[in-house]
């Protein structure tokens, strides 16, 4: 069946540092990919998205590009802040049979230092 | 209201105690879904509602879990028979439905109800 997996964490980094935190989906189809970030206290709301091969979702610094061939989608972001500091979802939805899946990953936690 | 909304925010029940979780969507998303995230976890897939058509209810841990949902709107999550396992952070989420069926888009997440059975 369809599925995602995240790296695990928690990832610590200093202020300033290149983030990437892994990503890779299993799906029959052409399935939609997000992150979503969760920040200390607060719901769950979307970060980025990309619905096709080759395109790339980018919001707040973070970008994360749909690669079909590899059947990933990691995110990136060059300088991370203080701020940044929260968990990252990564998730997919998809249509197999007529039945609509929308699974994410396990979340991995970001922590960066000033 | 811009969001979706969710109550109680918190409850504390007793073990053995049946409990009611109530989601209201977004106006006019017709898909509509319920996820429990136990602490420092991810999320768990509950149930899934998409306009009429019969609910996803394969990831309803056991039969002590059921969801209802008037229409388009309003749904409710029920505990029966409360467990300490149960204890986690209920989340609703609802999104649109592309007319072709297409469905690729953004689920909008209210607050949560945080759930602590004693």
């Known amino acids: 069946g369809d599925s995602v997996t995240q790296m695990e964490g928690p990832v610590t980094l200093s202020e300033e540092a290149f983030l990437t935190i892994n990503c890779t989906y299993t799906?029959?189809?052409?399935?939609?990919l997000f992150w979503y970030v969760q920040y200390p206290g607060e719901g769950l709301q979307l970060l980025l998205k990309?619905?096709?091969?080759?395109d790339k979702g980018s919001n707040k610094g973070f970008e994360a590009t749909y690669r079909k061939e590899t059947t990933s989608f990691h995110l990136e972001k060059g300088s991370v802040q203080v701020s940044d500091s929260a968990v990252y979802f990564c998730?997919?939805?998809?249509?197999?049979?007529?039945?609509?899946?929308?699974?994410f990953g396990t979340g991995t936690r970001l922590k960066v230092l000033a | 209201g811009a969001g979706v909304s969710q109550s109680p925010s918190n409850k504390v029940t007793e073990k053995g105690k049946d409990v009611e979780l109530r989601c209201d969507p977004i106006?006019?998303?017709?898909?509509l879904y319920w996820y429990r995230q136990r602490l420092g976890q991810g999320l768990e897939f509950l149930i899934y509602?998409?306009?009429?058509?019969?609910?996803?209810k394969s990831g309803l841990p056991s039969d002590r879990f059921s969801a209802e949902r008037t229409g388009e709107s309003v749904s409710t999550l029920t505990i029966q028979r409360t467990q300490q396992e149960d204890s986690a952070v209920y989340l609703c989420?609802?999104?649109?439905?592309?007319?072709?069926?297409?469905?690729?888009?953004?689920?909008?997440f209210g607050p949560g109800t945080r759930l602590l059975v004693l």
């Open positions: 989420a609802s999104s649109l439905v592309g007319r072709a069926g297409g469905l690729r888009e953004t689920q909008y």
């Open positions: 799906a029959t189809g052409y399935p939609s």
């Open positions: 990309a619905t096709k091969a080759d």
């Open positions: 998730a997919l939805s998809s249509t197999t049979s007529g039945t609509y899946k929308y699974i």
């Open positions: 106006s006019g998303h017709t898909a």
């Open positions: 509602f998409q306009g009429n058509s019969a609910p996803d």
